[in-house]
C-alpha cells in the first residue's frame, strides 16, 4: 500500500511508519511526504531514508482550495493519506477528494479533548487517564470515526512535556498498527464504527 503523509514538524510519528517499513513489520511504502513547513525536522528524516519530499506553503496560495489541489495532485496514486501532526485544517474538497482514505493520529482519547493542546487540555481538566487516538478524518475535527486508542495515565506530578512525551510513546505503536491493519484489508468502516477484523487488541 503506497502512503502520502502529511506533516507539519517533529516527524516522530512519520520515523514509527518509516522505522514499520524499514523493519518489515509494515507492508506498505511511503511515497510522498508533504510539508507545510519548510523547517519541519521531518524533512530531515526524509532525506536520511531517502524519501521523496515537497514542501507545500499555505502562504503561497490565495485560495484554501488553491493550496489543498496542489497537495492534492501531490498526492496522486497514494492509497491512504496519513496525517501524521499536520497542523492545519483540511476542508470538506480535500476530504472529499480522498473518501474514507485519510487517517489522523490525535493525543487524547477522542471525543474528549479535541483540537490544539489536547495533552494540556487534560492536564487542566484533571483527567487521571488520557491517551491517543488514529481514526479516519471527516469534516469534524478530530472527530471522525475511531480505528484504534490507547489509554495513558495522568501522573500527579506531570507537565504538558511528561504527559506528551509518554502519549507519544503509544502514539508510535498505535499509528504502524492502523496503517497495517487498514494495509492487510481488515479495517471496515460501518457508519460511526469502524470493525477491525481478526484484531487482538
Ligand atoms: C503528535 O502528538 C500527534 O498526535 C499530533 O501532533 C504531534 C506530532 O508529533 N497530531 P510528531 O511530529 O509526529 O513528532
Known amino acids: 500500500m503506497k502512503l ?3 506533516v507539519s514538524g517533529r516527524g516522530s510519528n512519520l520515523q514509527a511508519l518509516i522505522d514499520g517499513i524499514e523493519s518489515g513489520k509494515l507492508p506498505c511504502s511511503i511515497d510522498i511526504v508533504i510539508s507545510d513547513r519548510e523547517k519541519a525536522y521531518a524533512l530531515e528524516r526524509c532525506k536520511r531514508h531517502k524519501i521523496p519530499y515537497l514542501v ?3 502562504k503561497d496560495f490565495s485560495t484554501q482550495e488553491a493550496f489543498e489541489e496542489e497537495i492534492i495532485k501531490a ?7 496519513v496525517l501524521a501532526g499536520f497542523m492545519r485544517i483540511l476542508s470538506e474538497h480535500f476530504i472529499k477528494a480522498f473518501p474514507m482514505k485519510i487517517i489522523n493520529i490525535h493525543p487524547s482519547l477522542t471525543p474528549a479533548f479535541l483540537g490544539k493542546s489536547a495533552q494540556r487540555q487534560a492536564l487542566e481538566y484533571g483527567s487521571r487517564i488520557t491517551g491517543c487516538t488514529v481514526h479516519f478524518v471527516t469534516e469534524e475535527l478530530d472527530s471522525g470515526p475511531v480505528i484504534v486508542q490507547a489509554c495513558v495515565p495522568v501522573l500527579p506530578d506531570d507537565t504538558e512535556e511528561t504527559l506528551s512525551e ?3 510513546s503509544y502514539e508510535h505503536r498505535l499509528l504502524p498498527q492502523a496503517v497495517r491493519w487498514i494495509s492487510e484489508g481488515r479495517v471496515k468502516v460501518m457508519g460511526r464504527k469502524v470493525v477491525v477484523h481478526g484484531a487482538n487488541y
Open 4 to 6: 502520502g503523509v502529511l
Open 56 to 58: 507545500i506553503k499555505r
Open 75 to 81: 498526492l496522486s496514486g497514494v492509497d491512504l493519506v
Open 166 to 168: 509518554r502519549i507519544l
